[in-house]
């Protein structure tokens, strides 16, 4: 299985990744947390990257490129692989289709901007591995403590109100194309174009992952 999560910030990509990866068995591909990965080492890319970030800005098509074209070439994307948060200009996607990147379906979560803020001033994460919770919506078994290691979480530091509506913003002005870019090629029927589907994103959890798991499997 070879897919792409489109959506909004906050759209649940993340939330949905967990479970989609663990059912087909293939790696997640978040630019965001290899961006925030290399944040916390404090390598060059982390302090550029993190002006970027905390701005609610997009980090540049040639570094986002070269990280991903880098992590396909690791055995675990053999059997498949999940982008999430990728890709999010019309470079990123002509450069996959330009290398040959295959993909089979195209999955948009649809959630409206006014669920946005709300589910974003509540996120909490795992820095470790990604997992993503919610104070309200999806809490932690142990209050501000991950469920698999017990470790403690943060809050995002572009999940301030202000840079979340930047984000929204950003996404709708050099992203929100490529659910077109997906979905007139996926129509084409040309040989490679992948599947579309799209799902809402608004609802339980579980019950965005059943929706889910239906669409990749028409
Ligand atoms: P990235 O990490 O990709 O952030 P994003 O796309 O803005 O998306 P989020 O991670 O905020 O949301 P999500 O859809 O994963 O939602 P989640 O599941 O966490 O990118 C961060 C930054 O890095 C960018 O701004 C940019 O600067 C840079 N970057 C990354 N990739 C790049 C690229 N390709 N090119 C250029 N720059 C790039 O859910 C959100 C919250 O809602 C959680 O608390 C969750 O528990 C809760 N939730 C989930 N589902 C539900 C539900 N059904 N009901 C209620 N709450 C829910
Ligand atoms: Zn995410």
Redesign the pocket.
């Known amino acids: 299985m070879r897919l792409i ?1 489109l ?11 967990t479970f989609i990866k663990e059912k087909f068995n293939i790696p997640q591909i ?4 290899m ?2 990965a290399a944040v916390a080492a404090g390598t060059e890319l982390g302090i550029a ?1 993190k002006k ?2 905390d701005a ?6 040639d570094i ?1 490129i070269g990280l ?1 074209k880098d992590r396909l070439q690791q055995s675990d994307c053999a059997n498949g692989y999940l982008f ?6 019309t470079r ?1 996607a002509d450069a996959m289709k330009e290398a040959g990147v295959a993909i089979d379906y195209v999955l948009e ?1 649809d959630v409206p901007d006014s ?1 946005i803020v709300e ?2 001033s ?4 795992h820095p470790g591995s990604g997992r ?3 104070v ?3 809490p932690p078994k142990a209050e501000g403590r991950d469920d698999a290691t017990g470790e403690a979480l943060i809050q ?1 530091d ?2 301030k109100e202000e840079t979340v509506k930047k ?1 929204l913003a ?2 709708h002005d050099q992203t929100e194309v490529l659910l077109g870019y997906y979905g007139d090629w996926a129509k084409s029927g040309q040989p490679g174009a992948p599947k579309y589907r799209k799902i809402a ?5 579980e ?2 992952r059943d929706r889910a798991f239906a669409a990749l499997a028409e």
Not at 122 to 125: I, L, N, Q, S
Not at 201 to 205: K, L, N, Q
């Open positions: 999560l959506g909004a910030p906050g759209a649940g990509k993340g939330t949905q990744a978040s630019t965001g947390d961006l925030r990257a970027v970030m609610g800005g997009l980090v540049s098509d986002i991903v999430d948060g990728f890709p999010r200009t990123q979560i669920a589910r974003m509540g996120r909490r994460v993503t919770y919610h309200k919506f999806n995002r572009d999940d984000r950003v996404y994103g608004v609802g339980p959890v019950e965005i």
